[in-house]
């Protein structure tokens, strides 16, 4: 059965040819072999017709230009020879290289996202013409997938931009609105989206009148015209820079560097030979594989409705209500004022109601771009705030959240007023962090209407919400609350009641772990270290003084109680507590941070209690502290998995990626251990079960190694 097409040909004027690209059935265009295969016959016939002036290419899809390559082909080549990676790049540089050799004018008409093959194709043409709207964007992601554009961008872009500007998309990743992008000479004009194809056959009339494009083919064929004093300042700023936002872990930015630097001498056709051969040596490798299993995790939760039936369907949530103005409940509120929810909000010290008020603002109207609030935008928001202390004014919340001091006896107040002034079909929420779900509903009237949304600090930066149904939390209400946590632009995991719900069950055994080392002999900068090379984004102990010790003992003490034989009862942290040392926000914790700039330093307060209590002085390798640190969080995440915490092993993957910074390029917690695989796991254990409980391997975990299956594959 022949599929259906995606590009149509149509003639806007006698001599344009006019290419749309319009994917049925589906959100976005990707360049999947079908299309290409289309295009590659559409070209065909065009270049046959001596009576055309222009060809533009344009999309059908609304602000939505070409999302890419199709990753799912891309997976399924993985274990293909390097010759056959090889050829797959030569035959993308071969067909899209045709839209710069036509006897006519090609320009892309973009409208919306343009990234990846997208943008590689956009840059084959001779011009490019770009809508003056928020959704249009042009950019190189595949450095954030392990490779770098292998279907020319990485060679023609610098040819037509200029190596620094070339160098900064294509090893950060980062795309460019349409401003940005004509600038830099990346579009030759910006429109309004109602004029971008008159626009576009406007500049193909120019063109053949001026011939420039003909110039420019010949320019953008050549070496790049560069000092070699100014190519070694590019390279070493560069390199410089990449090794700071990579710390050595994520290849792809060096290789597009090293890459771009060698072929800047080189002319087109050599520098995409270049290109081909040292992408295969990228493609398919365990990085690659990772980062494009953390591409399709993120896909698959913005598709999850987060319950299993079809006829379920999520309630509109027109306004919402937040109890509490302080960290949390402030960034709650923020986070939808973004998005233009309007909120009613309210705590119980009028003092800290005004402080959070203030706070609310600037966060809601931060500017990502110059990283200070915008006083325009905040004029903007502020009619979606009602500030108020009257609670009759929640009874029109579609959802309450509440978001107060995490003791089970103040909430249960909180909820026994707003409960009977709230509808029938209203949602009544926790933030809570620790305490279940199904405890604090007890005495509701509509328990089924009840449960969590655990929102991550700081909010605006944290993309995980936990949503965590109770033991009597209907279907439809954990439908409406993923569906309005996607709304404020946030990945919502499903997660059933249980002590420390999916992130900080998994978090405790590698902080708890931590504790245990510094109690063996183990130094902080050694253990800080190991975490960090193995790829977190901070050691657990600095995470212990960032959390706040005070947080961290009543959290660990509720674990403890949940699971006496994993979890240690460890002395340091009650010390510290005791002598009023809480992390960050009291100047001292595990280090110091009373100095000008507040960076930590390892305190002697700390050393001399930590030798007080220690019951060894052993030496660890690096690799003996990740196993300690990690493997545990692993046994664990199987335990959740048994105890069916979670729909799929895909969820404590992401749930780890964006609630703690777990490496992306590990590809998630399961898929790392998946790469290391069950059976080699199984023996990394054994020099560790007399540590106890928290080392045996689980019943899953052993199934998994008799098997020789992955966690994915359950």
């Known amino acids: 059965m022949a599929e259906t097409p995606t590009i149509t040909l149509s003639m806007p004027q006698p001599d344009i040819a006019l290419l749309t690209l319009d994917a049925p059935g589906k959100g976005a265009n990707v360049l999947s072999r079908h299309v290409l295969e289309e295009l590659a016959s559409h070209l065909d016939a065009l270049e046959k017709r001596t009576d055309l002036a222009g060809l533009v290419l344009r999309s059908g899809k609304e602000h939505s230009f070409i999302a890419g390559a199709d990753l799912r082909e891309f997976a399924a080549s993985f274990t293909a020879p390097k010759e056959d990676v090889v050829q797959m790049c030569r035959a993308g540089h071969a067909l899209f290289g045709r839209l710069s050799q036509c006897r006519f004018v090609t320009v892309a008409a973009i409208d919306g996202v343009c990234v990846g093959g997208g943008a590689e194709l956009a840059l084959w043409c001779d011009r490019r013409v ?69 626009a576009a056959i406007n500049l193909i009339r120019i063109e053949r009148q001026t011939g420039q494009y003909l110039k420019d083919r010949q320019t953008w064929s050549q070496p790049i015209p560069i000092s070699e004093t100014e190519l070694g300042f590019l390279a070493a700023t560069a390199s410089a820079m990449i090794q700071q936002q990579t710390k050595g872990h994520y290849p792809a930015p060096v290789a597009a560097l090293d890459l771009m630097m060698e072929n800047a001498a080189e002319d087109l056709e050599t520098a995409l030979k270049h290109e081909a051969e040292e992408m295969a040596k990228l493609f398919g490798s365990p990085v690659n594989q990772a980062l494009i299993n953390v591409f399709f995790l993120d896909q698959r939760n913005k598709k999850d409705r987060g319950v299993e039936r079809d006829d379920i369907a999520p309630r509109d949530v027109r306004q919402v209500g937040v109890v509490g103005a302080g960290i949390m409940g402030g960034g709650i509120v923020a986070a939808n004022m973004r998005r233009g929810v309007p909120v009613v909000v309210t705590d119980a010290s009028p003092a800290a109601l005004a402080r959070g008020v203030q706070k609310i603002m600037e966060e809601a109207s931060f500017n990502r771009e110059t990283k200070a609030p915008d006083a325009a935008k905040a004029i903007e928001l502020a009619p979606l705030l009602n500030v108020s202390r009257a609670d009759e004014e929640f009874a029109v919340c579609d959802v309450v959240i509440e978001a107060v001091v995490e003791r089970l006896d103040v909430k249960r107040k909180v909820f026994a007023r707003l409960e009977p002034l709230l509808s029938d079909t209203a949602i009544l929420a926790s933030n809570t962090s620790t305490i279940p779900i199904t405890t ?12 969590g949304i655990h929102f991550f600090n700081p909010v605006r930066r944290m993309k995980l919400v936990e949503v965590i149904r109770g033991e009597q939390t209907s279907d439809e209400t954990i439908a409406t609350a993923v569906a309005y946590v996607k709304r404020l632009g946030k990945s919502p995991i499903v997660v059933k009641d249980g002590p420390g719900f999916l992130v900080n069950r998994l978090l405790f055994p590698y902080m708890n772990e931590a504790l245990e080392l510094l109690l063996e002999g183990a130094s902080v900068e050694d253990i800080e270290k190991a975490a960090k090379r193995f790829g977190m984004p901070m050691g657990p102990i600095t995470l212990f003084d960032m959390v706040g010790l005070d947080t961290a003992l009543y959290a660990g003490g509720v674990m403890h109680e949940a699971f006496p034989n994993r979890y240690a009862d460890n002395p340091l942290l009650a010390k510290l507590v005791e002598q009023g040392r809480l992390g960050q926000k009291s100047g001292a914790g595990f280090f110091n941070y009373q100095t000008k700039k507040r960076e930590p330093q390892l305190d002697p307060g700390f050393g001399q209690l930590l030798d007080a209590h220690r019951r060894g002085q052993k030496k660890f390798t690096q690799e003996e502290l990740q196993h300690r640190l990690f493997l545990p969080m692993l046994l664990e995440a199987t335990r959740v998995l048994e105890a069916g915490l979670v729909r799929d092993a895909r969820d404590v993957d992401l749930g780890l990626i964006y609630g703690i910074g777990f490496p992306p390029f590990r590809g998630g917690l399961m898929h790392w251990a998946d790469t290391v695989g069950a059976a080699k796991i199984v023996e990394l254990l054994k020099p560790f079960e007399n540590l106890g409980d928290r080392y045996q391997p689980t019943p899953l975990l052993r199934e998994a190694a008799k098997a020789n299956r992955g966690f994915y594959g359950r």
């Open 130 to 198: 770009a809508a003056e709207h928020p959704k249009t964007e042009i950019g190189f992601p595949e450095v954030k997938l392990g490779l770098f554009p292998g279907w020319g961008g990485a060679s023609r872009t610098p040819r037509m931009i200029g190596l620094a500007n070339a160098l900064e998309m294509v090893t950060s990743g980062e795309s460019v609105s349409a401003r940005e992008a004509y600038k830099m000479g990346l579009v030759s004009d910006v429109v309004p989206p109602e004029r971008l194809l008159d």
């Open 440 to 451: 604090m509903a007890e005495g509701l009237k509509r328990p089924e209407r009840f449960c």
